[in-house]
């Protein structure tokens, strides 16, 4: 499975965009980028997912770039309820399995 | 729509003793999944069921760990005997169906678990 690279822990003040980095230099051209968070004692949820294209919904933004080695999760105004842990998952789409390898992640502190 | 239910939400047994957790998926999601995570560390997947058949247990440890899903609705989670390192949450999560649309995956809250 393709490894993805993050930041352990970034800050954002709140209110303000937050770009949070992912690389992912070994992927190939059937890995879907998926993005889950986890807020402090939940489970993981779904933020948003692409493979080529960039993606927006009502959560975030996924920027992909062209060659695909690394993407950037856009949150454009960053709220205290943002604070978590984000996770860049890449995803088989051919896979006979629908698991999900989660990494360490980057956890998000949101400063007031 | 109601989500994931898992119970209990937390859990203190002593090692060598036996601990169940049960999960509840969305209605009409075909795949449930079993994660453990420790502190510290993203969730790992322990078991998947397509149904009431499995999927991928391959990081299982079946010499402790057993699961079943009878009835392709909910499903039951067991350690016996618990070691102390098996103190971690356990994650129940479900999606649609299983393969080739990227569904995504819904996780309940988790059942906190210590082994003294």
């Known amino acids: 499975d393709a490894k993805t690279t993050q930041p352990n822990s970034m800050e954002s003040n709140e209110e303000e965009p937050v770009h949070l980095p992912c690389n992912h230099s070994?992927?190939?051209?059937?890995?879907?980028i998926h993005w889950y968070r986890q807020l402090p004692s939940q489970g993981p949820e779904y933020v948003i997912h692409g493979l080529t294209s960039n993606v927006n919904n009502r959560m975030a933004s996924l920027a992909i770039a062209e060659d695909r080695k690394s993407s950037t999760l856009i949150l454009h105004r960053a709220t205290l309820r943002d604070a978590a842990v984000y996770y860049c998952i890449l995803r088989v789409s051919s896979s006979n399995t629908g698991k999900l390898i989660f990494g360490q992640g980057t956890t998000l502190q949101v400063k007031p | 729509e109601a989500g994931v239910a898992q119970s209990p939400r937390y859990k203190i047994i002593e090692k060598r003793q036996s601990v169940a957790f049960w999960c509840n998926p969305i209605s009409g999601h075909a795949t449930l999944y079993w994660y453990q995570q420790i502190l510290g560390q993203g969730p790992k997947l322990l078991i998947q069921?397509?149904?009431?058949?499995?999927?991928?247990d391959s990081q299982l440890p079946k010499d402790r760990f057993s699961a079943e899903r009878l009835k392709g609705v909910d499903s039951t989670l067991k350690i016996q005997p618990a070691k102390l390192e098996d103190s971690a949450v356990y994650l129940c999560?479900?999606?649609?169906?299983?393969?080739?649309?990227?569904?995504?995956?819904?996780f309940g809250p988790g059942t906190r678990l210590l082994v003294l």
């Open positions: 070994t992927i190939s051209g059937t890995d879907y």
């Open positions: 069921f397509q149904n009431n058949g499995v999927v991928d």
């Open positions: 999560a479900s999606s649609w169906r299983l393969r080739g649309r990227q569904e995504t995956q819904y």
